[in-house]
């Protein structure tokens, strides 16, 4: 198994890369997506968030109120050190099931929007970067998601700078053109992963 860590700033497309690895064969384990589903209702995880924050954390319809959730939390780290103690090790427990399915030979791509944040390079074979400058990906942030310009750079800001993300990178794959352009790299990259694989 070739486990994969995939990161990239925000508005850098890792998104779209991803998704055209699955494609192309690839295993995904995306960590935001998992970090969703282990609170969902009905969960064990979404009965400890209620029981630690009260029910007041929650919609209507029995949801978790995120928006609600994030002003209790990041106004406390303590309260969001618990947060963080209920939630990781249930992601960590359903991507370690997910791995365990995978076959010996799959390359994993593991969807990890803070990786070198966190200082997560050494978790993988192989890290691959999807960079773009900050000014390209500032413009996507407003023109595709409706983001203000000062909200699109204050998240651009709190992430890792691009030279970080750089330093990290086994394989770049940059994302300043056409999807025609993304699409070549990508099979590039595919290529050079599968090959990785063959011993």
């Keep these: ?6 990161t990239g700033g925000i508005g850098s497309g890792k998104s779209e890369v991803s998704r055209r690895l699955a494609s192309m064969g690839a295993m995904v384990i995306d960590a935001d997506k998992i970090a969703r589903e282990v609170v969902e209702p009905g969960t064990d995880g979404l009965a400890r968030i209620v029981e630690m924050f009260g029910a007041e954390v929650l919609r209507e319809d029995g949801s978790l109120d995120r928006e609600r959730l994030g002003s209790i939390v990041f106004a ?3 309260k969001l ?3 963080n103690g209920i939630v990781h090790p249930l992601v960590g427990a359903r991507v ?6 995978a076959d010996d030979g799959a390359i994993v791509v593991y969807d990890v929007p ?3 944040e966190n200082n997560l390079a050494p978790m993988y074979d192989v890290v691959v970067v999807v960079d773009a400058a900050d000014e ?3 413009a996507r942030l407003v023109e595709l998601r409706g983001m203000s310009e000062q909200d699109a750079r204050a998240r651009i800001a709190a992430q890792a700078g ?3 993300r750089l330093r990290i990178a086994d394989l770049v794959i940059p994302n300043e053109g056409s999807l025609e352009d993304l699409g070549t790299r990508v099979e590039e990259v595919w290529a050079e992963l599968t090959a990785r694989t063959v011993t």
Excluded: N, W, Y
């Excluded at 198994?1 to 995939?6: C, D, N, R």
């Design 1 to 6: 198994m070739l486990k994969v860590g995939l």
């Design 76 to 78: 406390d780290s303590g």
């Design 81 to 83: 050190a618990s947060l």
């Design 96 to 101: 370690a099931e997910l791995q365990r399915q």
């Design 114 to 116: 803070l990786l070198a």
């Design 136 to 138: 390209i990906r500032l």
């Design 162 to 164: 691009r030279e970080d």
